[in-house]
Protein backbone atom coordinates (compact mmCIF):
# COMPACT_ATOMS: atom_id res chain seq x y z
CA UNK A 1 0.00 0.00 0.00
CA UNK A 2 0.97 3.34 -0.79
CA UNK A 3 0.53 6.03 1.51
CA UNK A 4 1.42 9.91 1.46
CA UNK A 5 1.20 11.83 4.24
CA UNK A 6 1.18 15.76 4.42
CA UNK A 7 3.36 16.88 7.63
CA UNK A 8 6.53 15.78 9.10
CA UNK A 9 5.71 16.98 13.23
CA UNK A 10 5.61 14.34 15.41
CA UNK A 11 2.61 13.14 14.25
CA UNK A 12 3.35 12.84 10.71
CA UNK A 13 6.97 11.11 11.74
CA UNK A 14 5.36 8.70 14.27
CA UNK A 15 2.74 7.50 11.87
CA UNK A 16 4.97 7.11 9.21
CA UNK A 17 7.64 5.27 11.27
CA UNK A 18 4.61 2.72 12.36
CA UNK A 19 3.27 2.71 8.79
CA UNK A 20 6.79 1.60 7.33
CA UNK A 21 7.51 -0.89 10.09
CA UNK A 22 3.81 -2.73 8.99
CA UNK A 23 5.59 -2.99 5.43
CA UNK A 24 3.41 0.21 3.84
CA UNK A 25 5.19 2.36 1.41
CA UNK A 26 5.25 5.63 3.11
CA UNK A 27 6.04 9.15 1.41
CA UNK A 28 6.26 12.15 3.88
CA UNK A 29 5.94 15.60 2.49
CA UNK A 30 7.43 18.31 4.26
CA UNK A 31 6.93 22.31 3.02
CA UNK A 32 10.17 23.45 5.49
CA UNK A 33 12.35 20.78 7.31
CA UNK A 34 10.67 17.98 9.20
CA UNK A 35 9.86 18.91 12.77
CA UNK A 36 9.98 23.35 13.05
CA UNK A 37 6.45 23.22 13.38
CA UNK A 38 4.51 23.17 16.92
CA UNK A 39 6.86 19.93 17.45
CA UNK A 40 9.93 22.11 17.81
CA UNK A 41 8.68 24.83 19.73
CA UNK A 42 6.23 22.19 22.62
CA UNK A 43 7.72 21.76 26.03
CA UNK A 44 7.78 17.85 26.15
CA UNK A 45 5.53 17.33 29.01
CA UNK A 46 3.65 14.46 28.92
CA UNK A 47 1.53 16.01 31.54
CA UNK A 48 -2.20 13.61 31.42
CA UNK A 49 -2.68 14.16 35.07
CA UNK A 50 -2.51 18.11 35.25
CA UNK A 51 -3.84 19.19 31.86
CA UNK A 52 -7.05 16.71 32.55
CA UNK A 53 -9.95 18.79 32.79
CA UNK A 54 -13.95 18.40 33.57
CA UNK A 55 -15.62 17.65 30.33
CA UNK A 56 -12.89 16.38 28.54
CA UNK A 57 -13.58 12.71 29.64
CA UNK A 58 -13.12 10.42 26.06
CA UNK A 59 -9.46 13.09 25.84
CA UNK A 60 -8.27 12.19 29.21
CA UNK A 61 -8.76 8.33 28.30
CA UNK A 62 -6.96 8.94 25.24
CA UNK A 63 -4.07 10.98 26.76
CA UNK A 64 -3.64 8.39 30.07
CA UNK A 65 -3.61 5.65 27.58
CA UNK A 66 -0.69 7.44 25.41
CA UNK A 67 1.44 8.33 28.88
CA UNK A 68 1.04 4.41 29.54
CA UNK A 69 2.78 3.73 25.97
CA UNK A 70 5.84 6.39 26.55
CA UNK A 71 8.34 4.67 28.44
CA UNK A 72 8.41 1.55 25.43
CA UNK A 73 7.86 4.02 23.05
CA UNK A 74 10.49 5.85 23.52
CA UNK A 75 13.04 2.96 24.38
CA UNK A 76 12.21 1.28 20.72
CA UNK A 77 12.47 4.75 19.08
CA UNK A 78 16.43 5.15 21.03
CA UNK A 79 17.06 1.50 19.62
CA UNK A 80 15.82 1.87 16.34
CA UNK A 81 17.05 5.56 15.47
CA UNK A 82 20.33 5.35 18.21
CA UNK A 83 19.63 8.91 19.49
CA UNK A 84 18.39 9.39 22.85
CA UNK A 85 15.27 11.33 23.28
CA UNK A 86 15.57 12.19 26.81
CA UNK A 87 12.88 10.73 28.77
CA UNK A 88 12.97 12.43 31.85
CA UNK A 89 11.11 10.67 34.94
CA UNK A 90 11.30 13.12 37.60
CA UNK A 91 7.52 14.05 37.79
CA UNK A 92 5.83 17.02 37.72
CA UNK A 93 4.98 19.49 41.10
CA UNK A 94 2.04 21.56 41.24
CA UNK A 95 3.17 24.35 43.35
CA UNK A 96 0.65 27.57 45.20
CA UNK A 97 2.33 30.33 46.08
CA UNK A 98 -0.79 31.66 48.14
CA UNK A 99 -3.65 30.28 49.70
CA UNK A 100 -6.27 31.02 46.88
CA UNK A 101 -3.59 29.00 44.32
CA UNK A 102 -3.51 26.29 47.00
CA UNK A 103 -7.08 25.61 47.09
CA UNK A 104 -7.79 25.90 43.70
CA UNK A 105 -4.93 22.96 43.51
CA UNK A 106 -7.31 20.83 45.70
CA UNK A 107 -10.39 21.43 44.08
CA UNK A 108 -8.67 20.27 40.74
CA UNK A 109 -7.14 17.67 42.74
CA UNK A 110 -10.51 16.27 43.63
CA UNK A 111 -11.11 16.10 40.26
CA UNK A 112 -8.33 14.36 38.97
CA UNK A 113 -8.11 11.99 41.45
CA UNK A 114 -11.64 10.78 40.57
CA UNK A 115 -10.25 9.85 37.23
CA UNK A 116 -7.84 7.36 38.76
CA UNK A 117 -5.37 9.77 38.43
CA UNK A 118 -2.54 9.38 41.71
CA UNK A 119 -1.50 12.80 43.30
CA UNK A 120 -0.04 13.47 46.63
CA UNK A 121 -1.01 16.74 48.21
CA UNK A 122 2.46 18.46 50.13
CA UNK A 123 2.81 21.00 52.40
CA UNK A 124 5.27 23.94 52.08
CA UNK A 125 7.82 22.00 53.67
CA UNK A 126 7.71 18.98 51.70
CA UNK A 127 7.87 20.41 48.87
CA UNK A 128 10.78 22.52 49.54
CA UNK A 129 12.46 19.29 50.56
CA UNK A 130 11.73 17.91 46.88
CA UNK A 131 12.57 21.53 45.19
CA UNK A 132 15.06 23.47 47.55
CA UNK A 133 15.35 26.53 45.38
CA UNK A 134 11.51 27.33 44.76
CA UNK A 135 10.75 30.54 46.41
CA UNK A 136 9.34 31.88 49.56
CA UNK A 137 5.84 31.76 49.25
CA UNK A 138 4.74 27.96 49.20
CA UNK A 139 1.41 27.29 50.27
CA UNK A 140 1.60 23.73 48.91
CA UNK A 141 1.91 21.74 46.09
CA UNK A 142 0.55 18.63 44.23
CA UNK A 143 3.16 16.07 42.80
CA UNK A 144 2.06 14.02 40.04
CA UNK A 145 4.84 11.48 39.38
CA UNK A 146 3.63 9.78 36.50
CA UNK A 147 3.90 13.25 35.06
CA UNK A 148 7.13 12.92 32.91
CA UNK A 149 8.89 14.67 30.35
CA UNK A 150 11.00 13.54 26.99
CA UNK A 151 12.75 16.24 24.78
CA UNK A 152 10.56 16.72 21.98
CA UNK A 153 13.53 18.56 19.49
CA UNK A 154 15.28 15.21 19.89
CA UNK A 155 12.10 13.20 19.65
CA UNK A 156 11.92 14.52 16.14
CA UNK A 157 15.61 13.79 15.28
CA UNK A 158 14.89 10.30 16.64
CA UNK A 159 11.27 9.90 14.24
CA UNK A 160 12.94 11.13 11.05
CA UNK A 161 16.08 8.67 11.41
CA UNK A 162 13.33 5.68 12.64
CA UNK A 163 10.97 6.69 9.82
CA UNK A 164 14.15 6.43 7.13
CA UNK A 165 15.74 3.56 8.52
CA UNK A 166 12.18 1.69 8.48
CA UNK A 167 12.33 2.29 4.45
CA UNK A 168 9.96 5.44 4.24
CA UNK A 169 11.02 8.58 2.04
CA UNK A 170 11.16 11.99 3.21
CA UNK A 171 10.99 14.81 1.10
CA UNK A 172 11.52 18.08 3.01
CA UNK A 173 10.91 21.56 0.86
CA UNK A 174 7.81 20.07 -0.73
CA UNK A 175 4.75 22.37 0.22
CA UNK A 176 1.86 20.22 -0.65
CA UNK A 177 -0.80 22.23 -1.83
CA UNK A 178 -3.90 19.86 -2.90
CA UNK A 179 -5.51 16.37 -2.96
CA UNK A 180 -5.99 14.59 -6.05
CA UNK A 181 -9.16 12.72 -6.63
CA UNK A 182 -10.57 10.63 -9.30
CA UNK A 183 -14.17 8.43 -9.04
CA UNK A 184 -14.84 10.35 -5.67
CA UNK A 185 -11.46 9.42 -4.07
CA UNK A 186 -7.63 10.67 -2.70
CA UNK A 187 -5.31 9.53 -5.48
CA UNK A 188 -2.49 11.70 -4.36
CA UNK A 189 -1.12 14.68 -3.48
CA UNK A 190 -0.41 17.58 -5.63
CA UNK A 191 2.88 19.43 -5.40
CA UNK A 192 4.29 22.53 -7.61
CA UNK A 193 1.73 21.18 -10.56
CA UNK A 194 2.63 17.70 -10.10
CA UNK A 195 1.15 14.41 -8.51
CA UNK A 196 2.31 12.06 -6.16
CA UNK A 197 0.07 9.13 -6.33
CA UNK A 198 -0.89 7.32 -3.08
CA UNK A 199 -3.46 4.70 -2.07
CA UNK A 200 -4.18 6.86 0.91
CA UNK A 201 -3.54 10.54 2.01
CA UNK A 202 -2.87 11.87 5.68
CA UNK A 203 -3.55 15.08 6.56
CA UNK A 204 -0.59 15.73 9.23
CA UNK A 205 -0.04 19.31 8.91
CA UNK A 206 -0.98 20.53 12.21
CA UNK A 207 -1.96 24.01 12.91
CA UNK A 208 -1.85 24.39 9.06
CA UNK A 209 -4.24 21.58 8.05
CA UNK A 210 -6.79 23.82 7.34
CA UNK A 211 -4.96 25.99 4.74
CA UNK A 212 -4.49 23.30 1.93
CA UNK A 213 -6.58 23.18 -0.98
CA UNK A 214 -9.04 20.47 0.00
CA UNK A 215 -11.58 19.05 -1.48
CA UNK A 216 -13.53 18.32 1.54
CA UNK A 217 -14.78 21.14 3.84
CA UNK A 218 -11.84 22.93 5.75
CA UNK A 219 -11.10 20.98 8.97
CA UNK A 220 -11.88 23.23 12.23
CA UNK A 221 -8.05 23.48 13.15
CA UNK A 222 -6.78 27.14 13.77
CA UNK A 223 -3.28 28.06 15.23
CA UNK A 224 -2.93 28.75 19.04
CA UNK A 225 0.02 30.98 19.86
CA UNK A 226 2.43 29.54 22.30
CA UNK A 227 5.37 32.22 23.13
CA UNK A 228 8.51 30.52 25.07
CA UNK A 229 11.49 31.24 26.37
CA UNK A 230 14.80 28.83 27.69
CA UNK A 231 17.41 30.14 30.39
CA UNK A 232 20.49 28.21 31.08
CA UNK A 233 21.00 27.16 34.68
CA UNK A 234 24.11 25.44 35.64
CA UNK A 235 23.45 21.62 34.43
CA UNK A 236 26.18 20.58 37.35
CA UNK A 237 23.64 22.29 39.86
CA UNK A 238 20.30 22.58 38.60
CA UNK A 239 17.88 25.11 39.67
CA UNK A 240 15.18 22.55 39.27
CA UNK A 241 14.48 18.58 38.27
CA UNK A 242 10.87 18.56 38.68
CA UNK A 243 8.43 20.10 35.75
CA UNK A 244 6.74 22.36 37.78
CA UNK A 245 3.71 24.33 37.20
CA UNK A 246 3.22 27.72 38.66
CA UNK A 247 0.03 29.35 38.63
CA UNK A 248 1.21 31.50 35.94
CA UNK A 249 4.30 29.62 34.03
CA UNK A 250 5.28 26.53 33.73
CA UNK A 251 9.21 25.58 34.14
CA UNK A 252 10.52 22.54 32.27
CA UNK A 253 14.54 21.70 33.04
CA UNK A 254 16.39 19.70 30.76
CA UNK A 255 19.04 17.66 31.37
CA UNK A 256 21.50 20.28 29.49
CA UNK A 257 21.02 22.59 32.07
CA UNK A 258 18.35 24.29 30.03
CA UNK A 259 15.31 25.27 31.75
CA UNK A 260 11.95 26.21 29.27
CA UNK A 261 9.28 28.53 30.73
CA UNK A 262 6.47 28.59 28.82
CA UNK A 263 3.65 29.45 27.53
CA UNK A 264 1.87 32.05 26.43
CA UNK A 265 -2.11 30.67 24.50
CA UNK A 266 -2.94 33.65 22.22
CA UNK A 267 -5.77 33.55 19.19
CA UNK A 268 -3.72 35.37 17.12
CA UNK A 269 -3.86 33.92 13.82
CA UNK A 270 -0.40 32.93 12.57
CA UNK A 271 1.91 35.84 14.08
CA UNK A 272 4.91 34.62 15.06
CA UNK A 273 5.85 38.09 16.66
CA UNK A 274 7.52 37.78 20.02
CA UNK A 275 6.30 40.13 22.51
CA UNK A 276 7.61 42.50 25.22
CA UNK A 277 4.15 41.55 26.69
CA UNK A 278 4.14 37.66 26.40
CA UNK A 279 7.84 37.87 27.35
CA UNK A 280 7.28 39.80 30.77
CA UNK A 281 4.00 37.82 31.89
CA UNK A 282 6.39 34.38 31.55
CA UNK A 283 9.29 35.62 33.29
CA UNK A 284 7.36 36.79 35.88
CA UNK A 285 5.24 34.24 36.44
CA UNK A 286 8.58 31.72 36.75
CA UNK A 287 10.27 34.31 38.91
CA UNK A 288 7.63 34.59 41.85
CA UNK A 289 8.10 30.43 41.88
CA UNK A 290 11.73 30.18 41.05
CA UNK A 291 12.93 34.15 41.94
CA UNK A 292 17.14 32.57 41.03
CA UNK A 293 15.98 32.77 37.47
CA UNK A 294 16.86 36.36 37.47
CA UNK A 295 20.51 35.66 37.33
CA UNK A 296 20.50 33.38 34.48
CA UNK A 297 20.87 34.07 30.70
CA UNK A 298 18.48 34.14 28.40
CA UNK A 299 19.28 31.19 25.78
CA UNK A 300 16.86 31.42 23.17
CA UNK A 301 12.79 32.41 22.75
CA UNK A 302 10.08 31.36 20.03
CA UNK A 303 6.82 30.95 19.15
CA UNK A 304 5.05 27.73 18.13
CA UNK A 305 1.42 27.51 16.62
CA UNK A 306 -0.71 24.22 18.67
CA UNK A 307 -3.33 22.75 16.03
CA UNK A 308 -6.89 23.63 17.99
CA UNK A 309 -9.97 21.91 17.06
CA UNK A 310 -13.34 23.23 17.76
CA UNK A 311 -13.48 21.02 20.70
CA UNK A 312 -9.55 20.97 21.63
CA UNK A 313 -9.64 16.86 20.74
CA UNK A 314 -7.56 15.41 18.02
CA UNK A 315 -9.42 14.46 14.55
CA UNK A 316 -8.06 10.94 13.90
CA UNK A 317 -9.38 8.77 11.28
CA UNK A 318 -11.25 8.77 7.57
CA UNK A 319 -12.53 11.95 6.43
CA UNK A 320 -15.69 12.23 4.03
CA UNK A 321 -13.38 11.57 1.10
CA UNK A 322 -12.38 8.02 0.81
CA UNK A 323 -8.99 7.99 0.28
CA UNK A 324 -8.33 10.65 3.14
CA UNK A 325 -7.57 10.61 6.72
CA UNK A 326 -6.42 13.08 9.35
CA UNK A 327 -4.49 13.02 12.04
CA UNK A 328 -4.48 16.37 13.59
CA UNK A 329 -5.89 18.92 15.58
CA UNK A 330 -3.69 18.17 18.83
CA UNK A 331 -3.67 20.93 20.40
CA UNK A 332 -1.90 21.55 23.99
CA UNK A 333 -1.07 17.53 23.98
CA UNK A 334 0.32 16.76 21.16
CA UNK A 335 3.75 15.19 22.04
CA UNK A 336 1.85 13.14 25.27
CA UNK A 337 -0.09 11.65 22.20
CA UNK A 338 2.25 11.04 19.86
CA UNK A 339 2.37 6.98 20.52
CA UNK A 340 -1.19 6.43 20.47
CA UNK A 341 -2.02 8.69 17.94
CA UNK A 342 1.03 6.41 15.41
CA UNK A 343 0.02 3.22 16.99
CA UNK A 344 -4.26 3.49 16.63
CA UNK A 345 -4.00 5.10 13.36
CA UNK A 346 -1.37 2.66 11.93
CA UNK A 347 -3.51 -0.29 13.20
CA UNK A 348 -7.32 1.14 11.86
CA UNK A 349 -5.17 1.95 8.04
CA UNK A 350 -2.97 -1.50 8.00
CA UNK A 351 -5.61 -3.65 9.11
CA UNK A 352 -8.70 -1.70 7.61
CA UNK A 353 -10.56 -2.02 11.41
CA UNK A 354 -11.05 1.10 13.00
CA UNK A 355 -9.25 1.00 16.39
CA UNK A 356 -12.08 2.03 19.30
CA UNK A 357 -9.64 3.63 21.32
CA UNK A 358 -9.48 6.55 18.91
CA UNK A 359 -13.11 6.45 18.10
CA UNK A 360 -13.90 9.03 19.68
CA UNK A 361 -11.86 11.65 18.09
CA UNK A 362 -13.31 10.05 14.41
CA UNK A 363 -13.84 13.28 11.80
CA UNK A 364 -17.57 12.80 11.15
CA UNK A 365 -18.11 14.24 14.55
CA UNK A 366 -17.58 17.39 13.16
CA UNK A 367 -19.45 16.61 9.84
CA UNK A 368 -22.69 14.39 10.59
CA UNK A 369 -21.13 12.11 7.63
CA UNK A 370 -21.16 8.55 8.68
CA UNK A 371 -17.81 6.95 9.07
CA UNK A 372 -16.39 4.67 6.84
CA UNK A 373 -13.50 2.94 6.48
CA UNK A 374 -9.40 4.02 5.17
CA UNK A 375 -9.97 2.00 2.11
CA UNK A 376 -13.44 0.79 0.67
CA UNK A 377 -11.59 -2.65 -0.45
CA UNK A 378 -8.05 -3.44 0.39
CA UNK A 379 -4.99 -2.81 -1.86
CA UNK A 380 -2.13 -5.14 -2.02
P1 LIG B 1 3.57 20.20 13.72
O1 LIG B 1 4.69 19.81 14.58
O2 LIG B 1 3.24 21.65 13.64
O3 LIG B 1 3.88 19.61 12.30
C1 LIG B 1 3.10 19.91 11.16
C2 LIG B 1 4.04 19.92 9.99
O4 LIG B 1 3.29 20.04 8.79
C3 LIG B 1 5.00 21.11 10.02
O5 LIG B 1 6.34 20.63 9.95
C4 LIG B 1 4.61 21.92 8.80
O6 LIG B 1 5.71 22.58 8.19
C5 LIG B 1 4.03 20.85 7.90
N1 LIG B 1 3.12 21.37 6.89
C6 LIG B 1 2.13 22.26 7.06
N2 LIG B 1 1.49 22.49 5.90
C7 LIG B 1 2.12 21.72 4.96
C8 LIG B 1 1.93 21.52 3.56
N3 LIG B 1 0.96 22.18 2.89
N4 LIG B 1 2.74 20.66 2.90
C9 LIG B 1 3.73 19.99 3.58
N5 LIG B 1 3.95 20.16 4.89
C10 LIG B 1 3.14 21.01 5.59
N6 LIG B 1 2.34 19.10 23.56
C11 LIG B 1 2.66 18.25 24.56
O7 LIG B 1 2.25 17.09 24.53
N7 LIG B 1 3.39 18.67 25.62
C12 LIG B 1 3.85 19.95 25.74
O8 LIG B 1 4.52 20.29 26.69
C13 LIG B 1 3.51 20.86 24.72
N8 LIG B 1 3.90 22.14 24.82
C14 LIG B 1 3.62 23.01 23.81
C15 LIG B 1 4.07 24.31 23.90
C16 LIG B 1 3.86 25.20 22.84
C17 LIG B 1 4.34 26.62 22.95
C18 LIG B 1 3.20 24.74 21.67
C19 LIG B 1 3.02 25.66 20.50
C20 LIG B 1 2.74 23.44 21.60
C21 LIG B 1 2.92 22.57 22.67
N9 LIG B 1 2.45 21.26 22.64
C22 LIG B 1 2.75 20.39 23.63
C23 LIG B 1 1.58 20.80 21.55
C24 LIG B 1 2.37 20.01 20.50
O9 LIG B 1 3.54 20.72 20.18
C25 LIG B 1 1.54 19.81 19.25
O10 LIG B 1 0.26 19.30 19.57
C26 LIG B 1 2.23 18.81 18.31
O11 LIG B 1 3.57 19.17 18.12
C27 LIG B 1 1.50 18.74 17.00
O12 LIG B 1 2.28 17.96 16.14
P2 LIG B 1 1.96 17.94 14.60
O13 LIG B 1 2.90 17.00 13.96
O14 LIG B 1 0.50 17.75 14.38
O15 LIG B 1 2.22 19.46 14.12
N1 LIG C 1 0.95 21.74 26.84
C1 LIG C 1 1.62 22.95 27.08
C2 LIG C 1 1.29 24.02 26.15
O1 LIG C 1 0.58 23.79 25.19
O2 LIG C 1 1.71 25.13 26.38
Known sequence: ????????????LALGWRLAQGGAAVTIFERDQPGQGASFAAAGMLAAACEAEPGEAALGTLSRASLA???DFAAELEAASGQSVGLRREGTLLVA???????????????????GITLEWLTPAETRLREPRLGPNLAGAISS??????????????????????????????????????????????????????????LAAGAWSALLDLP?????????????????????????????????AYLVPRADGRLIIGATVE??????????????SLLDGAWRALPGIEDLPILESWVGFRPGSRDDAPLLGPSELPGLSLATGHHRNGILLTPITAEAMATSILTDTPDPRIAPFHPARFTQAQPHPHLERKIA
Open 145 to 202: PQDIQVDNRRLTQALVTAFTRAGGVLHSQTPITGIATAHGRATGVISAGNTHPADLVV
Open 69 to 71: LWP
Open 1 to 12: MQIAIIGAGVIG
Open 267 to 280: ERGFDDRITAGGLF
Open 97 to 115: LNRDDAEKLRHDMAFQQSQ
Open 216 to 248: IPRPPIRPVKGQMLAVQMDPADPLLRHVVWAPR
